[in-house]
């Protein structure tokens, strides 16, 4: 839109959105996280979740939901917390509203689209002008 392609702009806004909520429908906040809980690598203990920089591409968004999914974790009260069974057979907890499987996997890759999405148009938007797309003969 910053350009002057209006409507471009607002299809490609209109297809982030619904890919980012899609994302976080279907995983919830936790496809947005910048660690990785300790149930999912117990040796490391959690590490860092290498899709949050796919994620970040989509700017102050996934640094908002990203925040709010650690401040609703870390401060979960015990009642929240559920008993798994971890990789190497021991007890573990985990938040209760976390989604787990494939659910958790594909809210994750719907935010990091989302994000690299953004990414790419940016460096679009960014390399050339309006008359260069319009210059065409179309």
């Known amino acids: ?5 209006k409507g471009r702009g607002v299809r490609i806004l209109v297809g982030f959105l619904v890919l980012w909520f899609s994302g976080l429908l279907i995983g919830g906040l936790g496809s947005v996280r910048y660690w990785d809980p300790p149930y999912t690598n117990p040796a490391a203990g959690g590490k860092m979740n290498l899709w ?3 994620q970040a591409a989509a700017g102050p968004i996934a640094f908002g939901f990203g925040a709010l999914d650690a401040s609703l974790i870390r401060g979960a009260e015990e009642d929240e917390l559920i008993e798994i069974t971890m990789h190497d057979q021991t007890i573990g907890t985990a938040y209760r509203y976390t989604a787990i ?3 958790a996997d594909f809210g994750t890759l ?3 689209l989302a994000g690299l999405i ?6 679009d938007a960014g390399g050339r002008t309006t008359p260069d797309r319009r210059g065409g003969g179309r």
């Open 118 to 123: 953004n990414f790419a148009v940016a460096l």
């Open 101 to 103: 499987g494939h659910a």
């Open 110 to 112: 719907f935010c990091a």
């Open 1 to 5: 839109m910053s350009i002057g392609e």
């Open 52 to 54: 949050f920089i796919a």
